[in-house]
């Protein structure tokens, strides 16, 4: 528990103006949870009550549709998750699950409000936070709109290559929305030029 | 002018807890811009210097690859744009432009400081309406990665009525990513259900 809080702390002193007596004040009040690989944190169809701040670790949001997985998105260090429906009555349409052991900060609406309460700098710390993870989805969405599949491999080489090594080929590949095979063939074409 | 500072403060009435005379106030010191359809409001290659609150209108936004337009997003009233890198010193990948005359408050990182300043309030409206994008953007991924072109037309129809009456066709076949021919096949094949 001690190494999961020093995570956070770490982490906020790199992204808040607190001081070290509030980080530790803010660290102690919060509730940091250890997931084992392969834990599955959400299925569909449950409600979407907690969000993450990722300590440690990497989580996979994923739908299953004809019987088949596909990976929506992967979320690594110091990224946070709040599915969609998070904080309202809407069932979930994703499962989220752990490629790896994880370690992560529990966000809900009662814990934000009332951090936010206690730490009103917290609410401009979220909004630039909720900002960046904004443009991240925006991303995402003019590469999937604009590239093929072999064009969006080739730029998450560059922009997340801890990914490619770090979760199952198959996942990556329904993540960029191929077959297994046709990602074995982009990356023989790629790795000949 | 009257007219637009007016479509602000009913905004802001129903989304604020401001009073009458704050939301005069506020309304009083932005930038509201009246555009007319076909402007190209911002190019690949620019800067993104600001952000809109669409109070009138609809603007789209798209790329340009090998010379063929892609329709990314339309955003119509109430919605808010804020492109990627805004705020950031890094050139735009996409097109902004008037799919009809428009109407929108204009933001930039100077105005949210100041305003964040002289109305604390606002930093928590603008957090939860940045939530709202997020859970907008997630769902677009996820149909995107789940959903069929026709899947995603019929979801549009029941989500986005409004849009397909005030597109051109050809941007809404782009933005589903399927040729004008597609489009109109996926509409008479739904049009016999």
Do not use: W
Not at 21 to 30: R, V
Not at 138 to 158: C, F, G, H, N, P
């Amino acid at each position: 528990m001690d190494g999961m809080n020093s995570d956070f702390e770490r982490f906020l002193s790199k992204h808040s103006p607190f001081t070290k007596e509030q980080i530790s004040e803010i660290a102690e009040s919060l509730d940091i949870r250890e997931y084992k690989k392969k834990t599955v944190i959400l299925r569909a169809g449950d409600l979407v009550t907690e969000c993450y701040l990722i300590l440690k670790g990497c989580l996979r949001s994923y739908v299953i549709k004809d019987g088949l997985e596909k990976t929506i998105e992967f979320y690594m260090e110091e990224q946070s998750v709040a599915l969609p429906g998070y904080g309202k009555q809407i069932p979930s349409e994703l499962f989220l699950e752990c490629v790896e052991d994880t370690v992560a900060v529990i966000g809900t609406p009662e814990i934000e409000a009332k951090m936010s309460n206690e730490f009103p700098e917290l609410i401009s710390a979220s909004l630039k936070m909720t900002e960046d993870v904004i443009d991240n989805y925006q991303s995402t969405i003019v590469d999937y709109k604009m590239d093929s599949a072999e064009e969006r491999y080739i730029r998450l080489t560059k922009e997340r290559p801890g990914l490619i090594q770090r979760v199952p080929q198959y996942q990556l590949a329904s993540y960029l929305g191929v077959q297994p095979e046709s990602l074995s063939r982009i990356r023989r074409r790629i790795s000949k030029k």
